[in-house]
């Protein structure tokens, strides 16, 4: 039986959504769904869940759940990946507190920024562990990441893991509705093209009948910032560089030098920006989960709707041999032509029975491949800090990032870089 395993699988409403998508695809009947997470409670409830909800499809899959992680891999045709090491407490706790020490404020502090350069840090020796076990018993198989850091995660599992590897992000799916929404106007019938790199891929061409929707677009964008609004930060992007960016304001205030600084403090209100977001986040959906169980599983029959996420489209169109175009994390091999050849970059790319195929972009706009590069800078540095296990590439991440350099000195960084280090504790051996 062929064998669809899913790491992390404690994730029970994401494994609800992507797993819950397998088993309304027809072509995807009667794989095996191998489960396997290192919280014993949340694995059980997706395990009860993601049963109840074949039951009512009636589905042909079969759910197994595992506590030998090799053994739920041993065969595997596809591996979807949804870690998170070290959770909000303690690790997401320490990405931010103790930066606030030194006076460097985050939002999201999941990709990049000193916050994600060390969640990149405690998690890519994981991941690696995967590629090994991946490599010994299940070497062919297509491995979908959806955890971040999106790009470096997905560099390192390619280039040094040996893996066929593709990195799925909603914020290329969502980029042009939410945009269209914000403005008022309708996404009907719209055609776009996206590249760059993840979570700051860029909205090249956005067109409808051939006419170009920018100049409207940018029209309601400049009227749209007189007031407060949720995207204040991508449409101050938009307008100054020329493009909208995939992911959220949130998220781009700390990819950039210039909305988080100390120095002009009424940043922060101009600009709408959410201090601290995600610990909030991890707060609300750790609480949430709770309420959420309890109604999930009041129910005796659980149903599912196929949701939009990528990995069932990507498995069936590799299954049926139909063509599926997703917007996919991969290597810039010659994709786009101004960005580095090391980097992970966010392209078109089609899919079908042979894989994975991205598509030729070309150069970006000047300005926006040098606004990926500053990005690119510290994920390459990352990947050799962790790679080479040497503490100096840390510091060079570090001081390459731009929110963290705009900010700090180059001593600060380095200490901050060091408190980090032995607040992380048993988190990162290899640097103590």
Same mark, same amino acid.
């Given at each position: 039986?062929?064998k669809?395993?899913?790491i992390?699988?404690g ?5 609800k959504?992507?797993l819950?998508d397998?088993?309304s695809t027809?072509a995807?009947?009667g ?9 014993m409670?949340r694995?059980n ?7 109840s909800i074949?039951e009512t ?7 197994k759940a595992?506590t030998?992680r090799?053994?739920a891999?041993?065969?595997a045709?596809?591996v ?7 959770g909000y407490d303690p690790c ?5 507190e103790?930066?606030?020490k030194?006076g460097l ?12 350069i060390?969640?990149n ?6 991941m ?13 198989a297509w491995f979908?990441?959806?955890t ?5 995660l997905?560099n390192v599992m390619n ?5 066929k ?8 799916q ?7 929404k914000?403005?008022e106007?309708?996404?009907?019938g719209?055609e776009?093209?996206?590249?760059g790199i993840n979570?700051?891929a860029?909205?090249?061409e956005v067109k409808k009948d051939g006419?170009?929707l920018y ?6 964008a400049?009227e749209k910032?007189?007031?407060?609004h ?6 101050e992007l938009?307008?100054r560089?020329?493009?909208?960016v995939?992911?959220?304001s /949130?998220?781009n205030?700390e990819y950039? &030098?210039?909305f #988080?600084?100390? $120095?002009?403090p009424?940043?922060?209100?101009r600009? %709408?920006i959410p201090l601290?977001e995600y610990?909030?986040?991890c707060?609300?959906?750790i609480?949430?989960?709770k309420?959420m169980r309890?109604k999930l599983?009041a129910s ?5 709707s196929r949701s939009k996420?990528y990995?069932?489209?990507?498995? /069936? ?5 139909? &063509?599926?175009? #997703?917007g996919? $994390?991969?290597m810039?091999?010659?994709l786009?032509t %101004?960005?580095?050849?090391?980097a992970?970059v966010e ?8 894989g994975?195929?991205p598509?030729y972009v ?5 300005q926006l491949?040098?606004l990926?590069?500053?990005n690119?800078n510290?994920q390459l540095l990352t990947?050799?800090a962790?790679?080479?296990g ?5 510091y060079h ?11 700090l000195?180059?001593d600060d ?5 060091d408190d980090?280090?032995e607040?992380?504790g048993s ?6």
């Open positions: 039986m062929a669809i395993t899913f992390g699988a994730s029970t409403v994401f494994v959504n992507v819950g397998v088993m027809p995807l009947q794989f095996e769904l191998a489960l396997f997470d290192i919280d409670e694995l409830d997706s395990e009860r869940l993601l049963n074949k499809l009636g589905s042909t899959c079969q759910i595992y030998d090799k053994e891999l041993r065969g045709k596809y979807i990946n949804a870690i998170q090491v070290g997401t706790i320490t990405d931010f103790v930066p606030k030194y404020r985050q939002t999201i502090a999941d990709s990049l920024g000193i916050g994600g060390f969640r840090l405690r998690t890519i020796p994981v690696l562990d995967f590629a090994k076990d991946i490599q010994e018993v299940c070497p062919d979908l990441n959806y971040n850091p999106m790009a470096v997905t280039t040094v893991g040996g893996v590897t593709v990195g799925l992000c909603h914020s290329v969502h980029c042009v509705s939410d945009l269209f914000t403005l106007m309708d996404p009907t719209v776009s093209k996206i590249a979570h700051m860029w909205l090249l006419v170009d100049p409207e677009i940018k029209r309601r400049a910032q007189k007031e407060k949720h995207d204040m930060v991508r449409f938009m307008l560089f020329g493009y909208y995939t992911e959220s /949130e998220h205030a950039h &030098p210039y #988080i600084k100390r $120095n002009y009424e940043l922060i209100e600009y %709408n601290d610990l909030r986040r707060v609300n959906q609480n949430g989960w309420e309890e599983f005796e029959s659980i149903g599912h996420e990995a069932s489209y990507i498995m /069936e169109a590799m299954e049926t041999n139909q &063509p599926f175009k #997703i996919g $994390n991969v810039n091999t010659g786009i %101004n960005l580095p050849k090391e992970c392209v078109p790319c089609l899919v079908d029975a042979s994975v195929t598509t070309g150069d970006l706009p000047p491949a040098a990926n590069r500053t690119i510290t990947v050799e962790a790679v080479t040497k503490k100096e590439h840390i991440a570090a001081m390459l990032d731009p929110h963290t350099s705009a900010e000195s180059i960084i380095v200490a901050l870089c980090l280090i607040a992380h988190w990162l051996p290899e640097f103590k």
